[in-house]
């Protein structure tokens, strides 16, 4: 991708030097439009006040002291006396009716009204007698007025008048490449700035784009000096709008790292907390069998040792279900659930459980009612299991376990009774922190707990209450659409 910064610069400077040329170009239109409208008008009054100063009654004699006059003012230009280089560039004819030259400057041509009468393609009769003011009205007027004329290796540009007091013709005429001159010079003199202050323009505006992406570089050397341990916030004082966004999203990163890195040091505090002391009684049983001389002792200790392991194992299974369950660490595979027939399966599954201790698994529901709900159907397979198999162990044996599900429009309630000796009121808000077994519990304590975090997988609540069995009622509240986590 390349430099911001070089990007930056190019797409800004060719997008200004396209802007430029655009504007430059209009300007030279607008400026030779306007140039030429300028020269015809001058044309057009020149030829005006040489209508004026040649009078139809002017004698000869007076009509050769003004062509004197003329050609004493040309030859004093050519004396390099104050005046303009481009005199000799402009030229005027005055002709009588007969197309003869009264009147001309020093810089005419010679043919001009021939060549002007060639290239308009006038038909002039042949007779020399027959005045030229007495051509036919059409081609007369094709004279009168502005002309294009090649003569030599230049284009003149020509304004023809007639006057109708004696029917002589008046030619004022410039060549044209005088006014592609002086649009030339305007137009460079326009683009010089530009073309002059675009590199200079380059170079303020690297300058000025580095400035602004200083705060960019500054937050970046902020982050590569930064302890790797650090996952504090970013702080930078007098941040951009733009880069506001970048460090909130840096920041809201840093504390998922954070609170990731939290779980993991969390998980493995409690799994080393939780294994230490099964592995030792693992290993005094397994020390008690090599020890052993009567073999009924050691059968003893070997049938303990089989039950720590068995202990050890749903004890590891329950901690790894618990960090697989820890907030931000999946996004449940949501899915359409039948919940009934889903219970049904599941209790189905572990009613032998039951039975090894003689109870009583029943489930108590409304065959006819629609029991639909969004769930992750794993982590709901977990919160059943372990549900039904507290209650299974804090059961008596040939005691009753009691599954209801109740339907309503917006939500499920599952309820989850046992004919066991209950909780006491102080013991029920405690009963989901991690480890805390009951007094005839076996098991880890981390049953409710990952039961809890499956609730709130599904955005549901549970309770703690008393069974009218005996024991104790967990009652579930599921809303049947999972809505979206804020």
Known sequence: MGSIRTRTLVLVLGLLATSMATISWKSHSDAQHEIEELFDAQLAQTARLLEGMVDRDMTPSARE????????ASSAREAKRPGHPYESKLAFQVLDDRA?????????????????????????????????????TGAASRLVGYHNVPID?????????????????????????????????????????DVVGLPLLAVLMWVAIGWSLRPLKQMAALIKARNPDNL??????RLPQELEPMVAALNRLLQQLNALLEREKRFLADAAHELRTPLAVLRIHAQNALDAPDPADRAESLRQLVRGVDRSTRLVAQLLTLARLEPGTIEPAVETLDLHVFIRNELAAIIPLALERGQELTFVTDETADYRIEADRTSFAVLLQNLVGNAIQYTPEHGRVRVTLQAAPQSLTLHVQDSGPGVPDAMKARLFERFLRGDTGTGAGLG???????????????????AQLGGLDVRVDLPRHRAPQA
């Not at 005419?108 to 005045?131: E, G, I, N």
């Not at 109708?164 to 013709?169: K, L």
């Not at 504090?232 to 004082?237: G, R, Y």
């Open 65 to 72: 002291s003004l062509q004197q006059t003329l050609n004493q």
């Open 153 to 193: 290796i230049h284009r003149w540009r020509v304004f023809v008048l007639q006057d109708v007091r004696d029917a002589s013709w008046i030619i004022v005429g410039e060549r044209e490449d005088v006014r592609g001159e002086l649009v030339g010079k305007i137009a460079w003199r326009t683009l010089l700035p």
């Open 448 to 466: 409710l707990s990952i039961v809890q975090r499956v609730v709130e997988l599904h955005r549901g609540t549970i309770t703690l209450g008393d």
């Open 232 to 237: 504090a916030p970013l702080v930078i004082a």
């Open 100 to 136: 003869r030259i009264v009147l001309q400057s020093a810089s005419a041509p010679a043919d001009l009204f021939a060549r002007l009468v060639s290239t308009l393609a006038v038909d002039v009769p042949p007779q020399v007698a027959q005045p030229v003011g007495a051509l036919p």
